[in-house]
């Protein structure tokens, strides 16, 4: 198996990185997105989850 990622590996060209770099860019983005979401803090998310059912503004307009 190691001999067939190693071979496929050696093949690449500048046409077929470009794929493998918007893959680690796409798994970069989710990661730190996740870690950022981890340390948000209690009150920050129950602030964020009542954002909805505030009455603050008039949200009906009409045409």
């Known amino acids: 198996m ?3 990622i ?3 590996f ?3 060209t500048s046409a077929n990185i470009y794929p493998l770099i918007s893959l680690f860019i796409f798994f970069i983005f989710f990661v730190v997105l ?3 979401v981890k340390k948000m803090g209690k009150e920050r998310v129950k ?4 954002i909805p059912f505030e ?3 008039l949200t009906n307009t009409t045409i």
Request: aromatic residues 22%.
């Open 10 to 12: 050696d093949t690449f």
């Open 55 to 57: 009455q603050d503004e």
């Open 34 to 36: 996740l870690v950022l």
């Open 47 to 50: 602030e964020l989850s009542n």
């Open 2 to 4: 190691y001999k067939f």
């Open 6 to 8: 190693k071979q496929y």
